[in-house]
């Protein structure tokens, strides 16, 4: 169906057959069309990585020798030293066409490596096939020789040798949850309000610094006290933010140079060769200065997110591109016509690309929970002004434009709907989801306002800044507000609340106590002895996997330490802090709630069929899942079709689901972050629905070990919401989207046919004014046909850019495993 | 039971559960522990009812507008 | 052949001992240039031989 069309074939008849991607090839420059193709995708197939993909080697080496040399410095100034080093000394390349540069490896192909984020990470990279680069019996000597340099000193060993042993071990299990409680794997808010708002370019922060340090050297060399004691840390780490910053300024004049010297000795085209020389002074200013240009403004943040992804892995991307970069594309498109719009459109085309490409090597769980992508890179567009005025605007929608042109899977995009969002924008959103990209997801923006002053008190200009932290938690960008460290750790592999209270505590498919002893889930007699038992377990997991990130949090700058990011950080600059210490934090956590749905549909059916109809005993089930539904086929369709499930507007189960999120909220204040400030659960999944299917056992929802569990959030079971779309938004709408948790992450797919041409525009209007109006915060949509998603599975090859919405992220379809693939097919096909 | 494809014969627990793409149906995928295909398996009636190579569904399309998904135990 | 020999390596200005060596680079994927910086009195080695007299 979907081989190469021919040439003459026209837009109309692609778009007849629904197939975009060879639309956006048709449309892009050939600039992006290039670029697009140029790229080496960093992210796991099937937890592989793809052939002619290599880890980088020369940026651990330099790191390492330095870090070596270095050995008596404290942990900013040596980190600082060790990264200046790889900054000076790494390769770098500029790629042709592009007008946009920077790359967190050497070269284009490679796999960016932590090498002192975690020995089990390093052991694995050893042990992977195929990313050795060539000749490879000497990659895996050089490897082996840095991983016994490291082994016991990475970020991960230090804590390890902390951590309470029995939360260790737990943690380690992989059964209760995921991610690294260490800043080295970690993902970092931006004080974007410090760089761009207040023009910051690093040489004006050299000078803040300077002064701050004068300041303190001033109290040093003055009457002892203990009240100056504090401050020789201090100055230290002001030195290393100072290290850090030249060497960013050094290392974007790299670039500078290498662009004069190729449009003055190799390249013959003359516009090439301008734009080369456009590029050198780009990279002259930048990140030197604040930007002048748009070109600039989109260089700036791109050095920046280069260098933070050398310093540490960085899991996410959180940013604002079209409220942060509208003053220089306002200047330079419209006010001044530096620049045309085609031309704009291809820089923030290629911004995107460049973010596309970024990868460092992840350890299998990690591939397999984020199958497709190296991190979630969802960025925040829309919204308001602080002022609580419309922020959308034409930059607003040149992103929109630019993604249905280039067709990544990441970064994908957050669109901040409020009441008075225009037409002209709603309209670009929608374009971008027909054309099956799976984003923008839509958040609830006065709602998510009223959610992060509500948990982490925030104050409204404030909260008014908000990013996506990750896929979904909103994060100020603002001095206090902004969040240094937000570790994958504390995330929750919810289903197993369920599993221990049915099963005392115990994991039948680790094979080991880990929760508490609830009690013999056979002699319950009634549904509130379970639900007092999954109300334990629940606040077990949740301590467990936050006691970690705490410790984790508070030891960061003594076990890692973050020069860079310090160095761009307002409070950090201001107090000489390691921007990751919680002073000064306003604290903005959240516990995410992967296989959270799989609770109340467990508890229902359980309610349902054992306690008030009394047709199945509880040692019935018992056995039945202890077996793990095995001989039991009939038994099982009765706990799936006959118990009520969630999504279907039924106060069964939907007041089980409520009542569980508002144990979790209640529990929420009780815990505390290294800020004092609270963990409400945020109810998502990436994939960890694959990743997590064969490490939970059979549920009373009728799952066995082996299915995927449900696709994310509150997102109802594949195949299970049977009532139609208002019905699912009915079940969401019952749960308080502030009060209840941080957000809740909603899928649902949408038919291509029904929402084909203006009438599928205006249905889709009226749902998203349902979607509001019933309070909900966040939903995403999937609109591809199962037939153009069966050819993908035959033909991957000729449906390479087709996209699905996996959960908080986006992937293309044929970079998913089988049983991902499976489960998005069979999301129900919403008609509305 | 028995293997569609190579004949090979035993209990339904020793053919590898895979996994069932649809919650609702009996239809599971499991694999045949002797010539490693992907099979088709009716969990009531505990028989291999066909081979599954790429993009196939024998469980039927999705729920919902596009085609109700069809049972083939029902 | 040593780097100060080749036609691609370029010196620093304040520091005619240093300098970076340009290396053209068409990869199944992509074509750039890249630079690494380099020792002027070092020798080429034998994996980037085909940049030195260029």
């Known amino acids: 169906m979907a081989a190469q069309p021919a040439k003459d074939t026209s837009t109309q008849e692609l778009e007849q057959k629904q197939e975009w991607w060879w639309i956006a090839e048709k449309k892009r420059s050939k600039r992006l069309d290039?670029?697009?193709?140029?790229?080496?995708?960093?992210?796991?197939?099937?937890?592989?990585?793809?052939?002619?993909?290599?880890?980088?080697?020369?940026?651990?080496?330099?790191?390492?020798?330095?870090?070596?040399?270095?050995?008596?410095?404290?942990?900013?100034?040596?980190?600082?030293?060790?990264?200046?080093?790889?900054?000076?000394?790494?390769?770098?390349?500029?790629?042709?066409?592009?007008?946009?540069?920077?790359?967190?490896?050497?070269?284009?192909?490679?796999?960016?490596?932590?090498?002192?984020?975690?020995?089990?990470?390093?052991?694995?990279?050893?042990?992977?096939?195929?990313?050795?680069?060539?000749?490879?019996?000497?990659?895996?000597?050089?490897?082996?020789?840095?991983?016994?340099?490291?082994?016991?000193?990475?970020?991960?060993?230090?804590?390890?040798?902390?951590?309470?042993?029995?939360?260790?071990?737990?943690?380690?299990?992989?059964?209760?949850?995921?991610?690294?409680?260490?800043?080295?794997?970690?993902?970092?808010?931006?004080?974007?309000?410090?760089?761009?708002?207040?023009?910051?370019?690093?040489?004006?922060?050299?000078?803040?610094?300077?002064?701050?340090?004068?300041?303190?050297?001033?109290?040093?060399?003055?009457?002892?006290?203990?009240?100056?004691?504090?401050?020789?840390?201090?100055?230290?780490?002001?030195?290393?933010?100072?290290?850090?910053?030249?060497?960013?300024?050094?290392?974007?004049?790299?670039?500078?140079?290498?662009?004069?010297?190729?449009?003055?000795?190799?390249?013959?085209?003359?516009?090439?060769?301008?734009?080369?020389?456009?590029?050198?002074?780009?990279?002259?200013?930048?990140?030197?200065?604040?930007?002048?240009?748009?070109?600039?403004?989109?260089?700036?943040?791109?050095?920046?997110?280069?260098?933070?992804?050398?310093?540490?892995?960085?899991?996410?991307?959180?940013?604002?591109?079209?409220?942060?970069?509208?003053?220089?594309?306002?200047?330079?498109?419209?006010?001044?016509?530096?620049?045309?719009?085609?031309?704009?459109?291809?820089?923030?085309?290629?911004?995107?690309?460049?973010?596309?490409?970024?990868?460092?090597?992840?350890?299998?769980?990690?591939?397999?929970?984020?199958?497709?992508?190296?991190?979630?890179?969802?960025?925040?567009?829309?919204?308001?002004?602080?002022?609580?005025?419309?922020?959308?605007?034409?930059?607003?929608?040149?992103?929109?434009?630019?993604?249905?042109?280039?067709?990544?899977?990441?970064?994908?995009?957050?669109?901040?709907?409020?009441?008075?969002?225009?037409?002209?924008?709603?309209?670009?959103?929608?374009?971008?989801?027909?054309?099956?990209?799976?984003?923008?997801?839509?958040?609830?923006?006065?709602?998510?306002?009223?959610?992060?002053?509500?948990?982490?008190?925030?104050?409204?200009?404030?909260?008014?800044?908000?990013?996506?932290?990750?896929?979904?938690?909103?994060?100020p960008t603002t001095k206090h507000g902004v969040q240094p460290m937000r570790m994958a750790s504390a995330t929750a592999n919810c289903a197993k609340m369920v599993e221990y209270a049915l099963h005392n505590g115990y994991d039948h498919v680790v094979q080991m106590q880990m929760g508490p002893k609830t009690g013999d889930a056979r002699k319950f007699k009634t549904f509130d002895e379970l639900f007092a038992a999954w109300t334990t377990q629940m606040k077990w997991l949740i301590n467990t996997l936050v006691r970690t990130v705490n410790l984790g949090r508070y030891k960061d700058p003594e076990f890692y330490g973050r020069p860079f990011l310090s160095a761009i950080s307002e409070r950090a600059v201001e107090s000489g802090l390691d921007v990751v210490s919680p002073v000064g934090d306003r604290g903005n956590c959240w516990v995410t709630g992967f296989t959270w749905v799989e609770n109340a549909d467990s508890l229902a059916a359980v309610k349902k069929l054992v306690f008030d109809e009394k047709r199945y005993t509880m040692d019935d089930l018992l056995n039945a899942l202890e077996n793990n539904w095995n001989g039991y086929e009939q038994m099982r369709r009765d706990f799936v079709n006959d118990a009520p499930k969630w999504g279907n507007d039924d106060d069964f189960v939907d007041g089980i689901m409520v009542r569980c999120l508002q144990e979790v909220a209640k529990h929420s204040r009780e815990i505390k972050c290294p800020s004092g400030n609270s963990w409400p659960l945020l109810p998502e999944n990436v994939s960890g629905n694959i990743h997590y299917s064969s490490i939970v056992g059979a549920l009373p929802n009728g799952r066995r070990l082996g299915d995927a569990l449900y696709d994310g959030g509150i997102s109802p079971g594949p195949g299970l919401d049977k009532k139609g779309p208002s019905a699912v938004l009915k079940s969401c709408g019952k749960i308080d989207h502030v009060g209840d948790g941080r957000a809740f992450l909603l899928n649902q797919r949408l038919s291509p046919s029904q929402l084909a041409g203006e009438k599928g525009y205006q249905l889709w209007k009226a749902y998203i004014r349902t979607w509001a109006d019933l309070g909900l915060d966040h939903v995403q949509f999937n609109m591809v046909s199962d037939e153009t998603l069966r050819a993908a599975q035959k033909d991957p090859e000729k449906y390479q850019e087709v996209i699905v919405r996996v959960a908080g992220y986006s992937a293309h379809f044929v970079d998913i495993s089988r049983k991902t693939q499976d489960n998005i097919i069979q999301r129900t096909v919403q008609g509305i | 039971m028995k293997c569609t494809e190579c004949s090979f014969e035993a209990p339904v627990e020793k053919f590898r559960y895979l996994y069932n793409a649809r919650i609702d149906a009996s239809i599971s995928l499991r694999q045949c522990p002797q010539c490693q295909a992907w099979l088709a398996t009716d969990e009531l009636a505990g028989e291999a009812t066909q081979k599954v190579g790429p993009g196939e569904a024998p469980w039927g399309k999705s729920a919902g507008i596009e085609g109700l998904a069809e049972d083939a135990a029902s | 052949m040593k780097y100060k020999e080749s036609k691609n390596f370029f010196p620093h200005s304040d520091n005619p001992q240093r300098g970076d060596f340009v290396e053209r680079v068409v990869d199944p994927r992509q074509a750039y240039y890249k630079v690494k910086p380099v020792n002027a009195d070092d020798e080429i080695p034998a994996d980037a031989a085909e940049f030195a007299g260029k």
């Not at chain 1, 284009?108 to 680069?133: F, K, Q």
């Not at chain 1, 794997?185 to 309000?193: F, I, P, T, V, W």
């Not at chain 1, 709602?447 to 990013?467: D, K, S």
Request: glycine share 8%.
């Open chain 1, 34 to 475: 290039y670029l697009r193709k140029a790229v080496w995708k960093k992210g796991a197939l099937g937890g592989n990585y793809a052939p002619g993909i290599k880890v980088d080697l020369e940026i651990p080496q330099l790191f390492t020798n330095m870090w070596n040399f270095w050995r008596y410095d404290p942990p900013m100034l040596r980190r600082a030293k060790s990264m200046a080093h790889v900054l000076e000394n790494m390769p770098i390349f500029i790629t042709d066409h592009a007008q946009l540069v920077g790359y967190m490896g050497t070269l284009p192909h490679t796999l960016a490596w932590r090498v002192d984020g975690a020995t089990m990470v390093n052991e694995e990279l050893y042990n992977e096939p195929g990313v050795m680069p060539e000749p490879e019996q000497a990659s895996l000597k050089r490897v082996a020789d840095l991983n016994a340099y490291w082994a016991g000193n990475t970020a991960v060993d230090k804590l390890a040798r902390v951590l309470d042993p029995e939360d260790a071990v737990k943690f380690l299990s992989g059964a209760i949850g995921w991610g690294a409680p260490t800043s080295a794997y970690g993902y970092s808010g931006k004080d974007y309000e410090f760089m761009f708002a207040q023009r910051h370019g690093f040489e004006d922060i050299l000078d803040l610094i300077d002064q701050s340090i004068e300041k303190a050297e001033d109290l040093t060399m003055g009457n002892p006290g203990p009240e100056i004691l504090p401050v020789y840390d201090r100055i230290q780490n002001w030195d290393a933010m100072k290290i850090m910053l030249n060497a960013a300024i050094a290392y974007a004049r790299r670039y500078a140079r290498l662009a004069r010297i190729l449009a003055e000795h190799y390249e013959t085209d003359p516009k090439r060769k301008e734009e080369l020389l456009r590029l050198a002074q780009t990279c002259e200013n930048v990140p030197a200065k604040a930007p002048s240009t748009f070109q600039e403004s989109l260089q700036y943040d791109h050095f920046v997110q280069i260098l933070a992804r050398l310093e540490a892995h960085e899991g996410a991307w959180p940013a604002r591109p079209d409220y942060y970069h509208w003053p220089m594309y306002e200047k330079d498109v419209i006010k001044e016509k530096n620049i045309t719009r085609e031309e704009a459109l291809d820089l923030v085309g290629e911004f995107m690309i460049r973010a596309y490409e970024v990868g460092g090597f992840g350890p299998r769980w990690a591939r397999e929970g984020l199958q497709g992508i190296t991190g979630t890179w969802v960025w925040t567009l829309g919204g308001v002004n602080k002022d609580g005025s419309d922020a959308c605007n034409d930059l607003t929608l040149a992103f929109l434009q630019a993604a249905r042109l280039v067709r990544v899977a990441n970064p994908t995009f957050g669109f901040r709907w409020h009441p008075k969002v225009r037409d002209e924008v709603m309209r670009e959103v929608f374009e971008c989801i027909r054309h099956g990209l799976g984003y923008p997801s839509i958040r609830n923006d006065p709602l998510l306002i009223q959610n992060a002053m509500h948990w982490h008190g925030h104050p409204l200009e404030e909260a008014r800044t908000w990013v996506h932290q990750a896929c979904m938690s909103p994060c």
